[in-house]
């Protein structure tokens, strides 16, 4: 499947509803990531920006979001953007992620990611994207690195 193409078609239909149904569509195929019931608000090479409300199944015994529920964000936000921007003659997966939490997360928390795409993959190299998840009034909440291998498809 391609991504930006999937998402370029769904983001065309009015209201919003293209950008839920592309999330539902992958909430469905990535089944834990579906628990958190992220948004993808922006798709496009090189940049992800996704979103998650407040609601209590997600909520810790301190009432804010618990901390597996932003990593759980962050880490489709990284995921998503790169995989989407990366040449499709590439294979990803993640083999590190590093957390930190700067303060209590309420309300809507958006995540975003922001780097410089790969044109080409001809060796094994890994890639570490920055994830920053900000809550309603723009505080970064936490933030998080990503580490990606890449490398090409095993023929």
């Not at 983001?11 to 993808?40: C, D, E, H, W």
């Not at 597996?68 to 489709?76: D, G, K, Y």
């Amino acid at each position: 499947m391609n991504l930006l193409k999937t998402w370029s078609v769904l983001n065309k239909i009015p209201f919003g509803v293209g950008k839920r149904l592309f999330s539902r569509m992958l909430g469905g195929r990535i089944p834990y990531t579906g628990t958190i019931q992220a948004n993808v608000e922006v798709l496009k090479t090189g940049y992800c920006q996704i979103s998650m409300r407040d609601r209590r199944g997600i909520r810790n015994h301190l009432n804010s979001i618990h901390a597996v529920a932003l990593m759980n964000l962050a880490e489709f936000c990284s995921g998503l953007g790169f995989v989407a921007s990366a040449p499709n003659t590439a294979r990803t997966i993640l083999v590190e992620f590093q957390f930190e939490f700067l303060k209590k997360a309420r309300g809507k928390i958006t995540a975003q990611t922001q780097f410089t795409p790969l044109e080409q993959v001809v060796e094994d190299q890994d890639i570490t994207l920055e994830v920053f998840l900000y809550n309603s009034n723009k505080e970064c909440v936490a933030q998080g690195k990503a580490k990606w291998r890449v490398g090409p498809k095993k023929s």
